[in-house]
């Protein structure tokens, strides 16, 4: 697991969105070639892309990141942290609001049953 932390560190360090997924040990991230998804070895650093298949290792990403920014990709847990955050800050803003607790019940709600229910 020792290697899985040295690249996942590099994605952190380098601010780039990544998504890892523990029981295949890959890690995606967006291409930097043609910004689609890129899955990337988490024991080997080895990775390539499902839309234009450019590949490469960890040791290209490292050049990439010198001198360019890496693209975006849609990360769930992130975005649903931040829908969370903002249905807290407007229950917060308009307390009298009964409407928005029970809002944001039903997401979190929503959003459980689907964890839940889908692969």
């Not at 298949?53 to 990709?73: D, Q, R």
């Not at 917060?92 to 039903?106: D, I």
Request: positive net charge; glycine residues 2%.
């Amino acid at each position: 697991m020792s290697k899985e932390y040295v690249y996942l560190s590099f994605f952190k360090s380098n601010k780039v969105n990544y998504i890892y997924h523990s029981k295949s040990q890959t890690i995606e991230f967006a291409c930097i070639y043609c910004h689609g998804k890129a899955a990337m070895n988490s024991r080997t650093s080895e990775w390539k892309c499902r839309i234009c298949s450019e590949s490469g290792n960890l040791v290209t990403l490292i050049n990439f990141a010198k001198h360019n920014t890496f693209g975006e990709i849609y990360v769930p847990n992130k975005e649903k942290q931040s829908i969370f955050r903002m249905l807290d800050r407007l229950s917060n803003k308009y307390p009298e609001e009964n409407r928005l607790v029970l809002l944001e019940q039903k997401v979190k709600e929503l959003i459980k049953y689907y964890e839940k229910n889908t692969v």
